[in-house]
Every structure is written in C-alpha cells, then in structure tokens.
C-alpha cells in the first residue's frame, strides 16, 4: 500500500480550492457587470449598447468593423466603457454609422435608426395642386385646384388614390384656406369665412370682414366653437347657434392649449403674455415683456413644462420661464419652430441652423440650447417625422435636395428625389411612411421610406 503525500495532498487541494475560489468570483464579478478592460488595465462596470432599425431584417451589424453574429435588430451587447463606432448595412440601402460613448451601467440607445433607400419610390398625387397644407393628424392633404376655369377645394387621404371636392364657391373666389382640425375646413369667399365640416357636408358662414383662416383656432374643450381675431379683438363663434362673442380686447396673438387660452395682450404703456379660461374668466397675466419686443408673431406654450416659447415677426424666438418670471433669448433669423410636449425639447431652425432647446432628457431636468447641424446654404423647408415617444429626426430640404438629419446632428443622409420645385413644401405622413413634395412640373409626389411599420419621428 501507498503512503499519501501529505504535503502534495496538501497543495492540489489548495490550488483546486483557489481555482474554485477564482472562478467563482469570477462569476458573480461577470454577472455583476463587471469586466476587465485590457486598454485601462482595470476592472470596470460595463455599459450597454442597443440598436433598432428599420428595416429591421437581413442586416449587417458592425462593432468597430467586426461584423457581428446577428442579421436583426433590436440588437445588444455589452461593452466597457469607452467610444466605439456602429455600422448598420442592408442591400438596397444607404448605410449607417455613427461612433457612440459608452459609460459605465448607462445603456446608450440607438432605437430609430432609419436605412434611407437608395432608390426610393415616388408616386404621383396630385397634378397642380395650389397651395397644399398636411391637416393636423398628417393623413392627409388639402388643397385648391382650378379645373375647367373653376376654382374648388379637394382633400386626398396621402395612402388613398382618391381625391375629394369638399368645397366649390357659386360665386367669387376661394381666398385663404387651411384646416382647423381634422373634420373642419376653414375658407375665405369674397367678404365671408366658410366653416366647412367635410364629413357631414356641412358649412357655417362667419361674416366677418378682416378675420382670416390662420387667426383661427379650435376650442380643444369642445369642437362646436372657434376663437378668432377681429379689428385687434378675440371672438368666440359658436358653431351650432351661429353666436358671436367678445372674449379679449386688444388681443394680436392667441393659442389654445390644452387647460387655458394664452394670449398676448398689447395695451398702452405694456405687452404681455395672459391666460384665461376658454370663456375669458379668470384671466392672470403671466409675463411682461420690457423694451421693444413687440412685434410678437405667434406663441407656443408648454403647459407641462411651464414654458412659452415666443416668435417674433423678425424672426427673434424667446422663451418665458412663466415660474422664475424669465425670459431666455433662443435664437435670431428663426424661421420653425415646434415643441415635443412630453419630453420638453424644443426644435427651431434658422436660415442655416437646426437647433433644439432642451428642458428635460432621460427624466433629468436640465436647460440647455445647443446646435443640432449647422449649413453653409439656407434652409428651403423641413419637416418633423412622428416618433413615439421621442423626436429624433428631421426631413429638410436644402439647395433643392432633401435630406435626413438626425437632431444630434451626427447623420445626415441624401434622399434621391425628382428636381423639387424651388418653393416647394415638405410634409410627411402620420407614420413617418411617406415624404411629400413638389416636382418641378409642380406634380405632388409621395415618396416611400421603406419601413417595416413606417417612421415610428423636424
């Protein structure tokens, strides 16, 4: 019989110990996060990386250019902290990179990455279309058309083929138009305003010389009365009673939001910013303007956030802390101007900025105005894509091309279009699907960006 080796004994069971020992820190090291980062030479917290595009299918995923094990999004790995650079391909599409900051347990989202095709598809809508506005759920257009010499107002829904006269005036001409909300249509005739409801065929007639379609606004609390703007004075007209009533005197600008009226008041010796009930009750002025801004074009209030943002018609954009009774100056020369009511940012433009003011990010509060993208050429037009719950893109068009820029600024992609007309709007549908344009035999196209749902996006 053998004698053990005690001490050899002794020394295997101590090394197979420390293994387990090791390993098994190693372990609970790993699913804590934990890594260790052979750049640094240090143990460190990992931070994640998620992508989601569209298309979502049959991808090319690269990691600091190593091509990665999966062909679909959402895609997510782990990752020490530290810059890396993504690249997302797919045949018959434009490709996307952007280098992106990973820090410690913070996850780095890139949800809505849009692949631009590289031959997108364009269809014709409407031939000769005058002065064609997107109505406010963004599923579809209105606009004037003259045809056999008469003048007459159509509606197209963007992904139905047919169009719809919803108005022809016996006599005169068809003014200013716009919509007013989804179902109701505003038009001038000679010396009337038409409220025309084009599902139920029915229209009221507002005579009232001087009040024009883009003076008007619907009382959000019911859809039987509209504010307007008379000889410097704020009306309510009810729909069904045909009721005109004063609500505000001295009143050059209004918008209703959601709970309250905001109204600019321009009296004697002040300007200020006013609220009230949609009856005019209970007003509270919320700000006074000091020295020469004056010229106030059109208001954007933020009930949430308790800001107004304020345009003037030369273009200066303000925003009024209502709480801290401030006012911030934003930007010159704007020219767009649109809220993301939920998440508090700000999107405005100038002649060669994109800009976006944030007031809150990732549930942190925080005020902070930065540069989006800037251009040597002016901006023509833009257009926010709906994204839910965030905006994040922006369609614009500029030297006669159309382009998609993410609001970081760090892509902007080329969109290969017909030659656009040089006045050209640029709308895009409710679902991000399709952008809209002139070409420059003034046809209105629809332009598909191929997505698996649509754009979930300025």
Do not use: C
Request: no cysteine; charged share 20%.
């Amino acid at each position: 019989m053998h004698e053990i080796n005690k001490p050899s004994f002794i020394i295997k069971w101590l090394l197979i110990s420390l293994a387990f020992i090791i390993i098994a820190v190693g372990i609970i090291f790993y699913a804590n996060g934990w890594r260790w980062d052979f750049k640094q030479g240090r143990a460190t917290k990992i931070g994640i990386i998620v992508l989601k595009a569209t298309p979502k299918n049959d991808l090319k995923i690269y990691l600091d250019g190593q091509l990665q094990n999966r062909t679909k999004t959402p895609f997510r790995i782990a990752q020490v902290p530290g810059a890396y650079t993504l690249k997302v391909e797919k045949d018959g599409f434009l490709s996307w990179e952007k280098t992106i900051q990973v820090s410690e347990q913070i996850t780095s989202l890139e949800e809505n990455i849009i692949l631009v095709p590289k031959d997108p598809k364009t269809t014709p809508l409407v031939e000769n279309p005058i002065t064609p506005q997107l109505s406010p759920n963004q599923r579809e257009i209105l606009y004037k058309k003259i045809v056999q010499g008469k003048e007459a107002l159509y509606r197209r829904a963007i992904k139905n083929s047919e169009e719809e006269n919803i108005y022809e005036p016996k006599t005169g001409t068809i003014g200013q138009f716009s919509w007013l909300n989804n179902d109701i249509v505003l038009a001038q005739n000679n010396q009337t305003l038409l409220v025309i409801d084009k599902n139920n065929n029915n229209q009221f007639i507002i005579s009232a010389p001087g009040i024009l379609p883009e003076t008007i606004a619907l009382n959000p609390k019911n859809n039987n009365e509209i504010f307007g703007i008379i000889d410097g004075s704020l009306y309510k007209f009810n729909l069904l009673n045909q009721k005109l009533d004063l609500i505000k005197q001295s009143v050059s600008v209004f918008k209703p939001a959601q709970n309250a009226l905001f109204y600019i008041k321009q009296l004697e010796d002040k300007t200020a910013i006013f609220k009230s009930d949609f009856s005019g009750n209970s007003e509270e002025q919320l700000y006074q303007f000091l020295g020469t801004i004056s010229d106030i074009k059109v208001i954007f209030p933020n009930e949430k956030q308790q800001k107004i943002a304020v345009l003037t018609k030369s273009g200066s954009l303000y925003l009024v802390d209502v709480i801290k009774n401030e006012i911030t100056t934003l930007g010159e020369g704007v020219t767009f101007v649109s809220w993301d009511q939920g998440f508090g940012q700000l999107f405005f433009n100038s002649l060669f900025e994109a800009k976006v003011y944030m007031i809150q990010n990732l549930g942190q509060k925080f005020e902070q105005s930065q540069i989006i993208t800037r251009f040597s050429q002016e901006l023509e037009a833009q257009s926010i894509l709906p994204e839910e719950p965030e905006t994040n893109h922006i369609i614009i068009k500029k030297e006669g091309k159309l382009f998609l820029l993410e609001t970081d600024g760090k892509n902007l992609t080329e969109i290969k279009t017909p030659e656009i007309a040089t006045s050209s709007p640029v709308f895009v549908d409710a679902e991000g699907q399709f952008v809209l344009f002139l070409d420059s035999k003034n046809q209105l196209l629809k332009l598909e960006l191929v997505r698996n749902q649509g754009l979930n996006i300025f």
